[in-house]
């Protein structure tokens, strides 16, 4: 964790807020910020879903330094209903539900040095608010994103918040989607990364799998390198009628098969639409001849 002492000086509320002091932040962490929009909205102009470039615009992100809440807030709210709180660090998992089932958006109020650029294990001000924020402009992901909460919170019931937090992973984090120009990204740990919003798309190493929803939630995931697949919807309505639907057989089929797979895996009923060489982390593939196969590297 960076250490701010605006963050340490505060004491959060019961559900982790804290205030976000914007008058606080330095000219270099404005400048920090200018470099990173700078630097990502170049490069996604053709890479990532026209939606996400729309939530910039409206929310006027490019306007130069951190956004001011008091600024962004009324926008944001006005458009879908949403807004964004400051936490001084990852909360727990039942908070960080309770927030997105009321339509609140949690982002960490530090920001990133300039020597960590390219690689931030924490999410930090610029991950969250420019790789996250855009997209809740959108009345169909915002509702998907509220929807993830209530059912975040329902999982907590089940033993089963590993598999939602599978569906968040490949989701809200490394998702792709076809669009009427190509394949594109939308999840903010790729819009938000300079190296993997160019990987993801066009390295040979990655596979590229239709999205299924139980599918998704048996896949392991990597937290500190590119990823070995990325999961496909082909609009964000297929995602949100994903949810819509009782999630307890779910849970409780996965809970007595056990199946697991491992990014590097392909099973023979995927809808593969690249099988990935896997030349950036890995030299072999497995095609698994059964679904329940758990092969793990």
């Known amino acids: 964790m960076i250490e701010d002492p605006i963050i340490a000086a505060q004491t959060p509320a019961p559900d982790f807020t804290i205030n976000q002091v914007w008058e606080a932040y330095t000219d270099e962490e404005h ?20 939606e996400f470039l729309e939530g910039l615009e409206k929310l006027s992100l490019s306007d130069g330094g951190i956004p001011d809440l008091s600024t962004l807030n009324p926008k944001l709210q006005a458009l879908t209903g949403w807004t964004v709180v400051m936490v001084p660090h990852l909360v727990p998992d039942n908070v960080f539900f309770e927030h997105l089932a009321n339509r609140r958006f949690p982002a ?28 809740l402009t959108q009345p169909v992901f ?40 190509g394949l594109r990204h939308y999840g903010a740990g790729i819009v938000s990364s300079y190296g993997e919003a160019q990987y993801s798309l066009e390295s040979r190493s990655p596979h590229h799998i239709g999205f299924d929803l139980k599918r998704v939630m048996q896949t392991e ?46 099973a023979q009923e995927d809808s593969i639409i690249q099988r990935g060489d896997l030349s950036y982390g890995r030299d072999n593939v497995s095609i698994l001849p059964e679904p329940d196969a758990i092969p793990h590297a």
């Open 221 to 266: 995931y990597k937290i500190d390198d590119f990823q070995d697949c990325y999961f496909i919807i082909d609009s964000f309505e297929e995602l949100f009628a994903a949810t819509q639907q009782d999630f307890e057989p779910i849970y409780k089929n996965l809970i007595e098969n056990d199946t697991v797979f491992t990014p590097q895996c392909l």
């Open 31 to 50: 400048a920090v910020w200018d470099l990173l929009y700078q630097r990502q909205s170049d490069l996604l102009k053709d890479r990532t879903t026209p």
């Open 108 to 135: 960490g109020r530090f920001i990133r040095k300039r020597n960590q650029l390219d690689y931030l294990q924490e999410p930090d001000v610029f991950h969250d608010i420019f790789g996250h924020v855009p997209l």
């Open 142 to 181: 915002a509702d998907y994103m509220q929807a993830y909460g209530q059912g975040g919170l329902r999982s907590l019931e089940y033993d089963a918040l590993k598999y939602l937090a599978r569906l968040y992973w490949y989701t809200v984090e490394f998702g792709l989607i076809n669009t009427p120009a």
